[in-house]
C-alpha cells in the first residue's frame, strides 16, 4: 500500500515531540512492517523540516532529510493538477490551502490512503483517510 502521511505525524514521528509521538512511533513501525510505502510531497518536507531550522538543529534536520530518502518514501509530485484538485477540495470542503494540497497530491498520484491525526479531513471521500487512533 502507498500512503500519505500528513507533515504533523511525521514531525511526531521523527522530531519526537508532542502527546503523539509514541502513537505516530507505533503506526509508522506497523506501516513499514507491513510493506507499506510512504509517501510525500515537497510540501511535506517543507513543513517538516521548519522546527528544525527556527531552533537552528542540524542533527533534526539531518533525521527529516534522512527520513525523506529511505527508498520505501515516494516523493509525488505537486502538479497543476494537484493544485487544481486542491482549488476544488477547498471550495467543496473549506479546507486550508495546505490540508488541501496535501489530499490532492494523494489522490492525484494514486494514493491508498491518508495517514493524519486530523479528525475534520476525514470530510473528503476521494481517498481513505486514516486518523491515527
Do not use: W
Not at 27 to 52: I, K, N, P, Y
Not at 108 to 127: A, H, K, P, Y
Amino acid at each position: 500500500m502507498l500512503i500519505y502521511c500528513d507533515s504533523v505525524l511525521l514531525i511526531y514521528f521523527l522530531d519526537q515531540v508532542g502527546p503523539f509521538h509514541l502513537r505516530a512511533r507505533s503506526r509508522m513501525v506497523a506501516l513499514q512492517a507491513a510493506g507499506d510505502r510512504v509517501a510525500l510531497s515537497d510540501l511535506t518536507r517543507l513543513e517538516c523540516r521548519v522546527g528544525a531550522l527556527k531552533r537552528k538543529d542540524a542533527g533534526a534536520l539531518g533525521v527529516f532529510d534522512g527520513f525523506f530518502v529511505q527508498p520505501d518514501v515516494q516523493l509525488v509530485p505537486l502538479t497543476a493538477a494537484v493544485f487544481d484538485r486542491a482549488a476544488q477540495l477547498r471550495a467543496d470542503l473549506n479546507f486550508k490551502t495546505p490540508d488541501a494540497l496535501h489530499l490532492a497530491a494523494a489522490i492525484e498520484s494514486g494514493c491508498d490512503r491518508f495517514l493524519t491525526n486530523d479528525t475534520r479531513l476525514r470530510r473528503c471521500t476521494d481517498i481513505a483517510i486514516e486518523v491515527l487512533p
